[in-house]
């Protein structure tokens, strides 16, 4: 690897983990201001209600979900809505850290959650504007960059890697 090939790579890891920190910001802030939409099926229906209000798509899946035929199918389908409809869309490769972001327990044992509850699907996870008004929130607008960046080279659903804490 010569150089300048190193310090491209490095570039590249560096303005992924600054995407990530972006998301984490974003989501965050979206928690507080209860923006979020989480699981495929919940996502399929405010998708078919209201997708002029959804700002940002994530699709999560690790690498067992990767072999999940109907999990897929459900990605392909709503990838091509968000497509459609100018929804930004993020992949992200580790579920169990978007699920410490969004403060979900998932691996609550029975006692905790009050009987046999399955834990969240997090497949899906959707950010709507508060109060249909345009954030401006410079971390909101660095994710859409990102993914309209991606756009341009061919890349329709980037992969983020959610730093860890």
């Known amino acids: 690897m010569t150089l300048e090939e190193f310090s491209a790579a490095e570039?590249?890891?560096?303005?992924?983990?600054?995407?990530?920190d972006a998301?984490?910001?974003?989501?965050?802030?979206?928690?507080?201001?209860?923006?979020?939409?989480?699981?495929v099926y919940e996502a399929a229906k405010l998708l078919n209600v209201d997708p002029d209000n959804v700002v940002l798509c994530l699709l999560a899946a690790d690498e067992d979900d990767d072999r999940d035929?109907?999990?897929?199918?459900?990605?392909?389908?709503?990838?091509?809505?968000?497509?459609?409809?100018?929804i930004n869309i993020?992949?992200?490769?580790?579920?169990?850290?978007?699920?410490?972001?969004?403060?979900?327990e998932t691996d609550a044992g029975p006692?905790?959650?009050?009987?046999?509850?399955?834990?969240?699907?997090?497949?899906?996870?959707?950010?709507?504007?508060p109060h249909s008004s345009q954030w401006k929130d410079p971390a909101l607008s660095q994710l859409i960059c990102f993914c309209r960046e991606s756009r341009y080279m061919d890349q329709w659903v980037p992969v983020i890697n959610l730093p860890e804490r």
Not at 11 to 20: A, I, N, P
Not at 90 to 104: C, M, Q
């Open 23 to 39: 998301l984490e910001e974003v989501l965050s802030k979206a928690r507080s201001q209860r923006s979020i939409t989480v699981g």
């Open 111 to 129: 006692a905790a959650s009050g009987g046999a509850a399955q834990p969240p699907d997090l497949h899906c996870v959707l950010v709507t504007n």
């Open 90 to 104: 993020l992949r992200v490769s580790n579920p169990g850290r978007l699920a410490e972001l969004l403060l979900l």
């Open 11 to 20: 570039q590249k890891t560096e303005r992924m983990d600054t995407v990530g």
């Open 69 to 86: 035929v109907a999990l897929q199918i459900h990605f392909t389908l709503i990838q091509a809505f968000c497509c459609e409809n100018d």
